[in-house]
């Protein structure tokens, strides 16, 4: 079954940069798929950050990070990385690494949560 485990969450003060990872497995060999960064805050519904298709490598960004954050991954193709630079408090919540598979590899996975499957626990980012 498709795990992902999200890490390096924590408090960051205005103007400074916070880098996060998604841990991702269970993903059968020859399978295409999406990878999205998610992010809710209190009373606010949970919104696309970052999006990437790990087959061709493109990446998708909303504007609000736009220029700011970027999403990569690494050689092995388990570890996905959100890096966002010049944080504002706007972007505190908790952020959430998701996935859904594809039938095949596509250009652009931005998309609503709705249509992403798997989910990460979330890890939370203060910006004071």
């Known amino acids: 079954d498709v795990q992902l485990v999200e890490s390096g969450g924590g408090s960051v003060q205005a103007g400074g940069s916070l880098r996060l990872s998604c841990e991702v497995s269970?993903?059968?060999?020859?399978?295409?798929?999406?990878i999205g960064w998610f992010r809710q805050a209190p009373g606010r519904e949970r919104a696309g950050v970052a999006f990437?298709?790990?087959?061709?490598?493109?990446?998708a960004y909303v504007d609000s990070v736009k220029g700011r954050a970027t999403i990569s991954q690494d050689k092995d193709k388990n570890t996905l990385t959100l890096q966002i630079d010049s944080l504002r408090p706007e972007d505190s919540g908790k952020y959430y690494c998701a996935a859904r598979m594809t039938t095949m590899w596509i250009n652009n996975c931005r998309a609503l949560s709705a249509e992403y499957y798997y989910w990460g626990q979330g890890t939370q980012v203060t910006i004071s």
């Open positions: 269970g993903i059968s060999y020859g399978r295409s798929y999406c």
């Open positions: 990437i298709s790990p087959g061709p490598g493109s990446t």
